[in-house]
């Protein structure tokens, strides 16, 4: 049975290559639903229209859909409330130097 | 960090092509100003030489790196696909080969080769107008960005327009004032196409490179109305042949512009999540002294408020010089730093994240290579602005050397971000998409 902590470990190797920081320490995961085997990410990015979008939404599936007992993944990004740089965590910090 | 890519940008190479090409002029420009300095920067504005350097830069370099940036900034701020690849791929040839022809014609001094380029480059700007215009969604609200570079794209075209007249009577010779209309040409280049353009671009990436939250946008609006209002008018009346007070007044509101973008990168900078001042802003902050000084110093020219050292020769082609490679070009060599390696990190290396170790974008080039082309390029065009407004060609050779070896250095790294080039280190490095 897949729980929440293991997705968002699963969420730690997921890197943004241009910040060089994980999704679950810069603070652009909102959300994480387990319905059985189905499991729904609510996510953010920096700033709306990241480039990284497509990319990045693509690698959380991967990520999340490796784990054993997940039989389907859904990536919603949102918008609402904006990420702003208060929602990193203290390491994150550290790596970006704020 | 919209503004670079999304599902709505164009494939990589698209821009990158301009890009490419508009970095291998850039290597050229400096190599030529370091082997013809002296003539080139001997304060005779409209030498042979010196016309085919200054094309050399605004068309070669900077016109054709602006271009591919279009291509790639503008559908995504109109969060709209590109209307046709295919023609922004048919714009490249006419944009290259006009830039060559005007350069080769205005140094070996043959008007038809450079009127037949101007014609290239005219059908290169209005590829790549219709291009961008009818990539606008129906009732589709642009957002000031994009109206800002959409009015860049409009001064383009005036700018080439202009050209073609004066191409026009070297070939014909109808024009009474032709220095007056030159200052126009280059007013309307200057002001209008490259400035609007990386002022609204600026305003675009320079927070999302800085991580920069929580500032005040409300100035954004007055700057570059400021600018493209001041540039225009200027522009208009010193066609008209109006006197020096009159032309003062819309060059004041050009001043404005700039130092209300240099109070708003002030605020942007405080407002920045990321502590570590990155090549992109010390680039900037480069690049905007050397446009705060130039805009200075074309409004005490046009007021003839300048002593006689300054309004001459030698204060004219030091203020050119500082606008072409100061102010835009070395903040498109700091953009480039980033916006290059991205795009070919998004082409080779999006897909094979998560399946194999890659590497992190910064990754991509060696930080020694972009500090030497910092200070080598920053060194060496300030240098030379000074040695030129000072007339010492002794020491402007010795400085464009210096910048010669900054841009060898910035190229160097281009290569190895284009080529693959680098070792990339393997140890300690974070793995971007799903970790292995």
């Known amino acids: 049975m897949v729980s929440e902590e293991k997705v968002r470990e699963a969420l730690r190797r997921v890197f943004d290559p241009e910040l060089g920081l994980n999704v679950v320490d810069l603070g652009l995961i909102y959300g994480i639903a387990i319905d059985g085997g189905r499991v729904r990410v609510t996510m953010t990015l920096t700033t ?7 990319a990045m939404t693509g690698w959380v599936r991967e990520a999340v859909a490796a784990l054993d007992g997940v039989a389907a993944v859904d990536v919603d990004v949102v918008f609402t409330p904006p990420w702003t740089p208060e929602r990193m965590s203290e390491a994150a ?3 970006l130097g704020v | 960090m919209e503004g670079l890519a999304t599902r709505k940008a164009p494939p990589a190479w698209l821009p990158l092509r301009y890009m490419v090409a508009g970095m291998a002029a850039f290597l050229l420009l400096h190599g030529l100003l370091a082997w013809q300095g002296d003539t080139i920067l001997g304060g005779l504005t409209t030498a042979p030489l010196t016309l085919a350097a200054v094309h050399l830069a605004a068309v070669g370099w900077g016109t054709l790196v602006l271009m591919g940036a279009l291509y790639q900034l503008v ?11 295919a023609l922004g791929r048919a714009g490249f040839w006419p944009a290259v080969g006009g830039a060559g022809m005007l350069v080769g ?8 080769l450079v009127a037949a380029g101007g014609i290239l480059v005219a059908v290169a700007a209005l590829l790549l107008a219709y291009n961008l215009l ?17 009015g860049a794209v409009a001064f383009f075209l005036l700018t080439v327009a202009w050209g073609l007249g004066l ?3 070297l070939l014909w010779g109808y024009l009474d004032a032709m220095p007056r209309q030159v200052a126009v040409h280059a007013t309307l280049g200057l002001l209008g196409w490259f400035s609007l353009a990386i002022m609204s671009a600026g305003y675009r990436l320079i927070p999302m490179f800085t991580l920069a939250h929580g500032y005040s946008q409300a100035r954004q609006p007055l700057t570059l109305l400021a600018l493209a209002a001041g ?5 208009a009346l010193a066609a008209l042949g109006a006197g020096p007070v009159a032309v003062s007044l819309p060059a004041l509101a050009v001043v404005a512009a700039f130092a209300l973008f240099a109070l708003d990168m002030k605020e942007i900078l405080r407002a920045r999540r990321r502590r570590r001042l990155e090549l992109v802003t010390r680039f900037a902050l480069a690049s905007l002294t050397a446009g705060a000084l130039g805009a200075t110093l074309v409004w005490v020219q046009s007021a003839t408020l300048a002593p006689r050292w300054l309004s001459g020769p030698a204060g004219l082609t030091a203020t050119v010089y500082l606008a072409l490679a100061g102010w835009v070009s070395l903040m498109m060599v700091g953009q480039l730093f980033k916006i290059v390696p991205f795009l070919i990190w998004l082409d080779r290396y999006s897909e094979r994240a998560g399946r194999e170790r890659v590497p992190l974008v910064s990754e991509l080039f060696s930080p020694l290579l972009g500090e030497l082309a910092l200070w080598g390029l920053v060194t060496g065009t300030f240098g030379t602005a000074l040695a030129v407004l000072s007339g010492q060609p002794g020491l402007a050779r010795a400085t464009e050397a210096v910048a010669f070896l900054g841009a060898l250095a910035f190229g160097g790294a281009m290569a190895q971000v284009i080529l693959g080039l680098r070792v990339i280190p393997r140890q300690g490095s974070p793995v971007p998409g799903k970790g292995v």
């Open chain 1, 48 to 54: 709306q229209g990241c480039p990284l979008q497509h």
């Open chain 1, 93 to 95: 910090r550290q790596g």
């Open chain 2, 75 to 85: 559908p995504v701020l109109l969060n709209a696909d590109l209307h046709s690849h």
């Open chain 2, 105 to 112: 014609g205005f140094w070996a001094w043959q008007p038809a």
């Open chain 2, 134 to 150: 009818r990539s606008i969604p129906p009732a589709a609200r642009l957002a000031l960005h994009g109206r800002g570079l959409l």
């Open chain 2, 167 to 169: 191409a026009g009577h």
């Open chain 2, 231 to 235: 540039a225009a008018m200027t522009a």
